[in-house]
């Protein structure tokens, strides 16, 4: 099992950044799993913002992103992070962390196994 924790949610005002992070835990799988960030406004589904691969090689956007977010992961430490820049007040939503076996692409959250409890962004 796999246990993730994220941080950095805020209220931010439209056109500012925001740098949320997710810190794994557990049986160390983390390393070769695919990791992705996930969003769900109130009264939305789940939509996937962004992937990386286990390398950190691949990376994978939803298209609303538009270049302004960047999904990292710094393995030697068990973290992932998505950096906002330019939010919009649309970005508002609960920001989940997820993991799950690799694939080549963003996918849907029934594709993802683990997930943290999420962290709230609010752009006014």
């Known amino acids: 099992h796999v246990q993730l924790v994220e941080s950095g949610g805020d209220s931010v005002q439209a056109g500012g950044s925001l740098r949320l992070s997710c810190v794994a835990s557990?049986?160390?799988?983390?390393?070769?799993?695919?990791v992705a960030w996930f969003r769900q406004a109130p009264g939305g589904e789940r939509e996937g913002v962004a992937a990386?691969?286990?390398?950190?090689?691949?990376?994978y956007y939803a298209d609303f992103v538009q270049g302004r977010f960047q999904i990292s992961r710094d393995s030697a430490k068990t973290s992932a992070y998505l950096q906002m820049n330019s939010v919009k007040p649309e970005d508002t939503a609960m920001y989940f962390c997820?993991?799950?076996?690799?694939?080549?692409?963003?996918?849907?959250?029934?594709?993802?196994?683990?997930w943290g409890q999420g962290t709230q962004v609010t752009v006014s």
């Open positions: 997820a993991t799950g076996p690799f694939l080549a692409r963003l996918g849907t959250a029934d594709e993802y196994t683990f």
């Open positions: 557990g049986d160390g799988s983390f390393f070769v799993k695919r």
């Open positions: 990386i691969s286990p390398s950190s090689y691949d990376k």
